[in-house]
């Protein structure tokens, strides 16, 4: 299967700092998607991506789908107590088909 | 409305139990999925529906069945699991766009405890 690498693994970050995570896939994808995931919780959507050299905002965060189709990062600006989770990058073939990464755990200090 | 909604929140269940998952999607969607989620790892595909019909099995065992009995539901049945199935499972919907550009959301899960 495809493998998604992500990075980093987790961190530990103070409010109000930038955080800036990214996947890297061996393969290339249509579609990359960057969830959210609380505790006990669903993966929540927060940014899609379609086309390679897309950079798109959500509020503080900002993603963009790499020039090769194999990368993707994250960005969240001014982070705040509330980003605490996991978050997962996942990449679409051109079938129904999902790959995740492996997830950044965040953490901020208040 | 980008809503999946699934029910049971919470499940447990002994071994010799039979039990079914529920999931729901009104957002018009053809493609459902079921992940299987552990702590602090990725989800996990198992199956995947495409208009009404299964069309990825990732080689799941038969004590979790599938079912798909219209395009707005999907439900899993478990029967004789083992303690080790114990996870957060999860349903996922997407349009099921050809050539992906597709966008997969998730439901809030239901965890399962197996005795």
């Known amino acids: 299967g495809q493998q998604l690498n992500q990075s980093p693994q987790s961190m530990f970050i103070q409010e109000g700092e930038d955080v800036s995570m990214n996947c890297t896939s061996s393969s290339i994808f249509n579609t990359w998607l960057w969830y959210k995931q609380d505790p006990g919780e669903g993966p929540v959507l927060l940014i899609a991506?379609?086309?390679?050299?897309e950079l798109t905002s959500n509020g503080r965060l900002t993603a963009q789908f790499g020039i090769t189709r194999k990368d993707s990062f994250l960005n969240i600006s001014a982070s705040i107590p509330s980003d605490v989770g996991i978050y997962f990058c996942?990449?679409?073939?051109?079938?129904?088909?999902?790959?995740f990464g492996s997830g950044t755990k965040l953490n901020v200090k208040p | 409305d980008t809503e999946v909604t699934q029910t049971p929140k919470h499940l447990v269940m002994g071994m010799t139990n039979k039990k079914s998952l529920k999931c729901e999607q009104h957002?018009?969607?053809?493609?459902m999925y079921w992940y299987k989620q552990k702590a602090k790892k990725p989800p996990e595909l198992m199956f995947v529906?495409?208009?009404?019909?299964?069309?990825i099995n990732e080689s799941v065992p038969s004590r979790f069945s599938p079912e798909c009995p219209n395009s707005s539901l999907l439900n899993l049945h478990l029967h004789a699991l083992q303690p080790e199935d114990s996870a957060l499972y999860l349903c996922?919907?997407?349009?099921?766009?050809?050539?992906?550009?597709?966008?997969?959301?998730f439901g809030p899960g239901t965890r399962l405890t197996v005795l």
């Open positions: 957002m018009g969607h053809r493609a």
């Open positions: 991506l379609y086309k390679a050299g």
């Open positions: 996942a990449g679409q073939d051109n079938f129904n088909k999902f790959y």
């Open positions: 529906y495409s208009y009404e019909k299964l069309s």
């Open positions: 996922a919907s997407s349009q099921d766009k050809s050539g992906g550009r597709d966008t997969q959301y």
